[in-house]
């Protein structure tokens, strides 16, 4: 039995297989082009999925008589698809360095609904977000707005795509300005931008099952039949994972992530 870990970062998507015991039993990647016009930066969706397929197919390939038991999916945080009733992406993502959203960053921040929402998750109105771009959407593509059934990051749309199911985790969701400590969207505000709830997934905790593995999907993703369905289970987004998949549990254990971009990060067991 084996997990395979789908990682799309900016430049590259991998999968990496590994034991239950966290052995690394094999491993595949292709690059990923990323389009650049003015302040617009842009991936294709279609072209993760196809490219997902082929590197889960080779890095299946080489396994002798191991099956998948779970499939897990991180990515860039704060890129947002948008996919119609069939989860099919009805524009390119708009990456999370993307900055044509400033006017809606400018227009959130001064809503008056707003300032409870800053309060409480100490989160500023910024265009990398993804209620800015929503809101960019909804005024500039106002019939993609309108076929758009979800708003997801690049991990639940795989999700999506796998399972059926439209999930995300707390930690991509305050990236929407979740409200943790409720356990919901900010209502107010999302009224106050006419945006809909119903269009941002359900908030579930990391660790959690997302569903088994469509059988149709398996196969288009190279995945043999096996004698159990494969469980799809819901991460984070890359940067979480990396630090929690570093070692750092204890209070006051510290992580350096250098790759594309560089973060740090404390963990911290004390409440604000």
Known sequence: MAILVL?????????????????????????????????????????????????????????????????????????????DENC?????????????AKDEANTMKNAPSFRLVREETNTQSDESL???????????????????????SPNDYFVARMTGRYVTDYFNAQKYH??????????????????????LPEVVSPGSLAGELIDSVASELGIPKQ????????????????FFGSGCINDGDACDVSGTVTAFRVLSKQKK
């Open 88 to 100: 099919y992406p009805l524009d390119k993502c708009i990456m999370v360095s993307d900055k044509r």
């Open 227 to 242: 004698n159990k369905p494969v469980k799809v289970i819901i991460s984070s987004y890359d940067a979480i994972c990396s």
């Open 178 to 199: 979740y409200l943790i400590n409720r356990k919901s969207y900010p209502i107010g505000l999302l009224d106050e931008l006419s945006i809909n709830i119903n269009l």
């Open 130 to 152: 993804m209620l800015p771009k929503i809101l960019w959407v909804k005024n500039n593509q106002p019939e993609l707005f309108a076929q758009s059934h979800k708003f997801l």
């Open 7 to 83: 990682n799309l970062g900016l430049n590259n998507i991998r999968s990496v297989v590994f034991s239950i015991i966290g052995e690394k039993l094999s491993y595949a990647t292709r690059r990923l082009e990323t389009s650049l016009n003015g302040e617009m930066l842009t991936q294709n969706p279609t072209e993760w999925w196809n490219k997902a397929s082929e590197v889960i197919s080779e890095s299946i390939s080489c396994l002798r008589g191991v099956s998948i038991e779970y499939i897990s999916i991180t990515s860039s945080s704060s890129c947002l698809v948008y996919v």
